[in-house]
C-alpha cells in the first residue's frame, strides 16, 4: 500500500505521514468513500529547512513530480494537505505494512461539518450516513461531540442518527430537505414532518 511506503521514506527523514481526509474514510468505513488520491499531513520538527521543502524532497527521492496541488508518479496522486497534526491518530497494521492514520471519528467530523455548513455538500451527509452505520457503537463519543459542538453541528450528527434510526431510504432529496431543516435552525426531530 502507498501509505506505508510514504511512513517509510517520511519516517528515514525524521518525519511523520498521517493518512487523513478521503483517503482515511476509505480505510476507515470501505465503501462510503472512494477517493482517487492519497490525502496525508506531514509533520516533524523545527529546523532550517522548512518542513514543505523536506517534504517536496521526500516526494521527489520516490520519483513523484508535483503536478498542481499535489504530486504524481504514474497513477498516483499524493496531495500533502498540511503540516501540522492536532487530531488523534492511530496505527493501522494490515500484515506487515504499517501506517499511522487520523482517528474514525475526525474525517466523520468534516463530513457532518461540510454537510451542514456547505451549499450542496448532500454527498457529505451520505458518506457520513454509511459512515455511522459501519462504526457502530466503536466512536468516541464524547470526542466527536465535542469538536461537532466547537463547528457549530452537533444538530447535524443528531438529525442524520435520527434519520438513520427511523430506516429512511436516504435520497438526494430526503438529504437536501435535512440540509434545509439544519440551516433554518430546526431542531433534528422537526424531520419528522419530511
Known amino acids: 500500500m502507498l501509505m506505508s511506503v510514504l511512513t517509510e521514506a517520511f519516517r528515514n527523514r525524521g518525519l ?3 493518512l487523513v481526509g478521503g483517503s482515511a474514510i476509505e480505510v476507515l468505513a470501505p465503501g462510503a468513500h472512494l477517493s482517487d488520491d492519497t490525502d496525508v499531513v506531514v509533520t516533524g520538527p523545527t529546523s532550517d529547512v522548512p518542513l514543505h521543502e523536506q517534504a517536496a524532497a521526500v516526494m521527489e527521492s520516490l520519483g513523484f513530480q508535483r503536478a498542481g496541488m499535489g504530486w504524481s508518479l504514474g497513477d498516483l496522486f499524493v496531495h500533502l494537505v498540511g503540516y501540522q497534526m492536532d487530531d488523534p491518530t492511530v496505527s493501522i497494521d494490515l500484515g506487515t505494512l504499517r501506517f499511522e492514520i ?3 471519528e475526525v474525517p466523520l467530523a468534516d463530513r457532518i461539518i461540510g454537510f451542514k455548513h456547505w451549499p450542496g455538500a448532500t454527498a457529505y451527509g451520505a458518506q457520513a450516513l454509511q459512515m455511522l452505520a459501519s462504526y457502530g457503537e466503536s466512536l468516541d463519543e464524547a470526542w466527536l461531540r465535542e469538536r461537532l459542538h466547537k463547528e457549530r453541528a452537533l444538530d447535524a450528527l443528531d438529525a442524520l442518527r435520527a434519520v438513520a434510526a427511523r430506516g429512511d431510504v436516504i435520497t438526494e ?3 437536501q430537505q435535512i440540509h434545509a431543516n439544519l440551516l433554518a435552525g430546526r431542531a433534528w426531530d ?4 419530511l
Request: proline share 0%.
Open 102 to 104: 487520523v482517528q474514525r
Open 190 to 193: 422537526a424531520l419528522e414532518t
Open 173 to 175: 432529496d430526503l438529504l
Open 16 to 18: 511523520r505521514a498521517v
